[in-house]
């Protein structure tokens, strides 16, 4: 999930859980994975995401991000899971805390880039998986939709 600038108001040290989306975005037996070029988890693999904006509706949310951050456009989306992901510092008080409603579609049109938010985009195969640093939650999921794909 891409969630933007530490320096955001109110996502640094929020009073409540901020809701964002993710998409397992596959292409066959490939999913695509976004290199986060801000925090939190700067630098990781992880999925196309970011958050829902007031008044938009959450699978409106996951098309608008995948679209923005990817340059690609997807078909049915199907929910996968929803996922807490909460940082904290180490006086124990809470960094970050996103509640993500994670899907999982396949990419069926557009041109793939990557927004400024990515340092890069790369399609990976299951196998793949394995040599990567991951959150394990983004595995599980990558897992998941995996599991499901025909």
């Known amino acids: 999930m891409t969630a933007g600038s530490a320096g955001s108001p109110g996502r640094l040290y929020p009073e409540r859980p901020l809701v964002g989306v993710g998409v397992v975005v596959r292409r066959g037996r490939a999913a695509l994975l976004v290199r986060r070029a801000k925090p939190p988890r700067r630098g990781q693999w992880s999925l196309p995401g970011g958050l829902v904006r007031l008044g938009e509706p959450v699978r409106e949310a996951a098309r608008r991000e995948v679209r923005e951050?990817?340059?690609l456009e997807l078909g049915t989306l199907e929910l996968l899971d929803v996922v807490d992901s909460i940082e904290r510092d180490p006086e124990g008080r809470v960094r970050y805390?996103?509640?993500l409603v994670d899907f999982t579609a396949e990419a069926?049109?557009?041109e793939l880039r990557a927004a400024s938010d990515a340092l890069e985009l790369r399609w990976f195969t299951p196998a793949e998986l394995d040599g990567?640093?991951?959150w394990e939650e983004t595995r599980r999921l990558l897992r998941l939709s995996f599991d499901r794909a025909p």
């Open 69 to 71: 951050e990817t340059g």
């Open 108 to 110: 069926v049109g557009g």
């Open 97 to 99: 805390h996103y509640l």
């Open 132 to 134: 990567i640093e991951l």
